[in-house]
């Protein structure tokens, strides 16, 4: 379908309005880790298709591998909400290099997401690197294959 570029253009407004409510969010998230361990604070912020934004930050556990990164986290806030898609995201760690999602949250957010949807990492003070669920896990395996396994 085509678009006019008013209506891109309101998107875009929109979607730069919702980024900002998203870096917010996620950095008011990181502030609530739960990172006795790593001392590494995550927030991470998700807008649904609604235009609600859900955070989450990282949970560790004493028994390491039952850790939950803040984009899991995020997930299920959007989930019980009653959310079903991602429509952007944001992840907020403080490091030398852009904090992105790990390899695990890629798929968790690739789960709820189109190719396109913009993912960022930032950090306290600015955006650090701007992506799309599409270049972070390419090639991706997604519910869409579930469907074509089933044989009618
Ligand atoms: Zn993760």
């Known amino acids: ?5 008013e209506t891109l253009t ?3 407004d929109s979607l730069a309005q919702a980024m900002d409510s998203l ?3 996620a950095r008011a998230a990181r502030e609530r880790a739960y990172a006795p361990y790593s001392n590494f604070a995550v927030g991470a912020a998700l807008l649904d298709e609604q235009g609600r934004v859900h ?3 990282n949970v560790e556990n004493a028994a390491y591998p ?4 803040a984009e899991a986290s995020a997930i299920a806030h959007l989930v019980l909400a009653g959310g079903t898609r991602i429509v952007a995201a944001v992840v907020v760690g403080v490091a030398d290099d852009p904090v992105t999602p790990c390899g695990g949250c890629r798929q ?7 190719d396109d949807a913009p993912v960022w990492a930032a950090d306290l003070q600015t955006v650090r690197a701007r992506y799309t669920v599409g270049q972070l896990l390419p090639a ?4 869409g294959h579930l469907k074509l396994a089933v044989k009618p």
């Open 140 to 143: 991706s395996f997604g519910p």
């Open 10 to 12: 309101a998107l875009d």
């Open 108 to 114: 968790r957010l690739r789960e709820f997401a189109s």
């Open 55 to 57: 955070a989450g930050c």
């Open 23 to 25: 870096l917010l969010a």
């Open 1 to 5: 379908m085509a678009m006019s570029v």
């Open 66 to 69: 039952q850790g939950q990164c």
